[in-house]
Every structure is written in structure tokens, then in C-alpha cells.
């Protein structure tokens, strides 16, 4: 499984950065689409949620750049109350994902590595 696992990581975190997708992930990209977000999340409320959240669990899990503007974007779209709520879920969902994931993958090295230091 870690043989998969970490070459499937890598490589979306490389074609994030290859495709340039943090293009989308500044304030001006924010504010020009801004009236198209919402206007699709009044038309389709949940499935705006779910990718919403989906891709900032994403995001947050591979520890890639733009959890601020997600942030942002989820009030902006969604409103204070859901969009705080949605920020939230997916923020501390991404990162339960990001540390089981490093936990998995790391373990050995990191018990290598500090072992000595760790039973302490």
C-alpha cells in the first residue's frame, strides 16, 4: 500500500504545481469569480458544499498552498455561519487525513531516525 500511496501523493502534488492551479487560489481569482460561485451554489447548494469541501479537504491533506483563500472563499460563497462551518469540517478533516497519512507512511523512518529519542 505505501508503494502506491506515496507515488499517488507526489504526483498530485506535482500536477498541482504543473498545472498551475494555484493560480485559482489568489483574492483577484476570488473576487472575478465570485458572482459565478455563487450563483452556482444557488442553483446547487449541495453539490457546491460537497466540492467545496472535498476540495479543501484535499488541499489541506497535501498540505498545499491556499487554505487562507479557501477560508475566505467558503464565507464569501456560503455565508459566515455555513461558510465557517464548511471551512471548519474540511479544514480539520484535511488534516486528520494529513497526519494519518504522514503517520502511515513515516512511521518507519521516523522510528529509524528518533527511535532512541522517542521511548522517552
Do not use: C
Amino acid at each position: 500500500m505505501k508503494k502506491i500511496l506515496l507515488p499517488l501523493l507526489l504526483l498530485l502534488i506535482l500536477l498541482f504545481f504543473w498545472l498551475d492551479l494555484d493560480r485559482f487560489l489568489t483574492l483577484d481569482a476570488l473576487k472575478a469569480n465570485h458572482a459565478g460561485l455563487v450563483s452556482y451554489y444557488e442553483h446547487h447548494k449541495t453539490a457546491a458544499a460537497v466540492v467545496f469541501i472535498a476540495i479543501y479537504v484535499l488541499q489541506t491533506a497535501l498540505s498545499l498552498p491556499g487554505a487562507a483563500i479557501l477560508s475566505l472563499a467558503a464565507g464569501a460563497i456560503f455565508g459566515v455561519m455555513l461558510g465557517t462551518i464548511y471551512a471548519n469540517i474540511a479544514a480539520t478533516s484535511g488534516a486528520t487525513l494529513a497526519f494519518l497519512v504522514s503517520r502511515h507512511l513515516l512511521h518507519n523512518v521516523v522510528q529509524k531516525r528518533f527511535g532512541a529519542r522517542l521511548e522517552a
